[in-house]
T-cell receptor
Framework: EAGVVQSPRYKIIEKKQPVAFWCNPI?????LYWYLQNLGQGPELLIR????????DSQLPKDRFSAERLKGVDSTLKIQPAELGDSAVYLC???????????????FGEGSRLTVL | GDSVTQMEGPVTLSEEAFLTINCTYT??????LFWYVQYPGEGLQLLLK?????DKGSNKGFEATYRKETTSFHLEKGSVQVSDSAVYFC???????????FGKGTRLHILP
C-alpha cells in the first residue's frame, strides 16, 4: 500500500514568490492534516480536513496561506507571497480518524522543505 | 488548552544503555497518547500508543505507560542501539477529536 506522497521534496524560492505543495493521502483516509515543522521543533498544525471540509484552520495564516482538498482526496497548500520566516518543512499526514472508527494514527509523508531567500 | 511537554535534547547515550525520555501532558479530557519517531531523512512514524489510563504501549523494545495520576507518558528502552538514533515526539489526541498535538521532540544520539 502506498504511503502519503508529497511533492516537491525541496523548494527554493525568493521572498514574495508564490509556492505550492501537493499531498496525496493514503487511500480511504478521511482526515488530512498539514503541519509546519521548524528546525528543532515539533509539528504544528496548520489545517485539518475531514473529507473535503476544513474543520480546523485556526492556525493557518490566512493572509498568505491557503489550502484546498478537492473531492476529499488530494490536497494543495499554497503560500503567496512567501516570506523569509516561512522557511520550514511542510508535512502532510492522513488518518482514518477516531470519529470514523479508525485508530487515530497519523501517517506522514516525507515532507516538503521550503527555503525562502 | 491541551499541551505536551517533553525533555529537551539532545540525549546522548552509549549503546546498550537504558533510555528514558520524559513526557507530561495537559488535557481537559481523556486523551490518547502517542510516541512518534523520525529517523534521519524519513517522515514521522508511529512508534507506540496508549488509549487509556494504565495502558502500556510497546514496540521495537520501547515501552511507555499511560499514567493519569502524574499525567505522564515516559518512553523507556532497556538497551538502546545505534539504529535508535532519531528524534522522538510525544503527542496526544483528545477523545472525540482527531486533532493531534505534538511536543517539541527529543533528539537521541546513540554512540557505538
Amino acid at each position: 500500500e502506498a504511503g502519503v506522497v508529497q511533492s516537491p521534496r525541496y523548494k527554493i524560492i525568493e521572498k514574495k514568490q508564490p509556492v505550492a505543495f501537493w499531498c496525496n493521502p493514503i487511500s480511504g483516509h478521511n482526515t488530512l492534516y498539514w503541519y509546519l515543522q521548524n528546525l528543532g521543533q515539533g509539528p504544528e498544525l496548520l489545517i485539518r480536513y475531514e473529507n473535503e471540509e476544513a474543520v480546523d484552520d485556526s492556525q493557518l495564516p490566512k493572509d498568505r496561506f491557503s489550502a484546498e482538498r478537492l473531492k476529499g482526496v488530494d490536497s494543495t497548500l499554497k503560500i503567496q507571497p512567501a516570506e523569509l520566516g516561512d522557511s520550514a518543512v511542510y508535512l502532510c499526514a492522513s488518518s482514518l480518524g477516531l470519529l470514523a472508527g479508525g485508530t487515530g494514527e497519523l501517517f506522514f509523508g516525507e515532507g516538503s522543505r521550503l527555503t525562502v531567500l | 488548552g491541551d499541551s505536551v511537554t517533553q525533555m529537551e535534547g539532545p540525549v546522548t547515550l552509549s549503546e546498550e544503555a537504558f533510555l528514558t525520555i520524559n513526557c507530561t501532558y495537559t488535557a481537559t479530557g481523556y486523551p490518547s497518547l502517542f510516541w512518534y519517531v523520525q529517523y534521519p531523512g524519513e517522515g514521522l512514524q508511529l512508534l507506540l500508543k496508549a488509549t487509556k489510563a494504565d495502558d502500556k504501549g510497546s514496540n521495537k523494545g520501547f515501552e511507555a505507560t499511560y499514567r493519569k495520576e502524574t499525567t505522564s507518558f515516559h518512553l523507556e528502552k532497556g538497551s538502546v542501539q545505534v539504529s535508535d538514533s532519531a528524534v522522538y515526539f510525544c503527542a496526544l489526541s483528545d477523545r472525540g477529536d482527531d486533532k493531534i498535538i505534538f511536543g517539541k521532540g527529543t533528539r537521541l544520539h546513540i554512540l557505538p
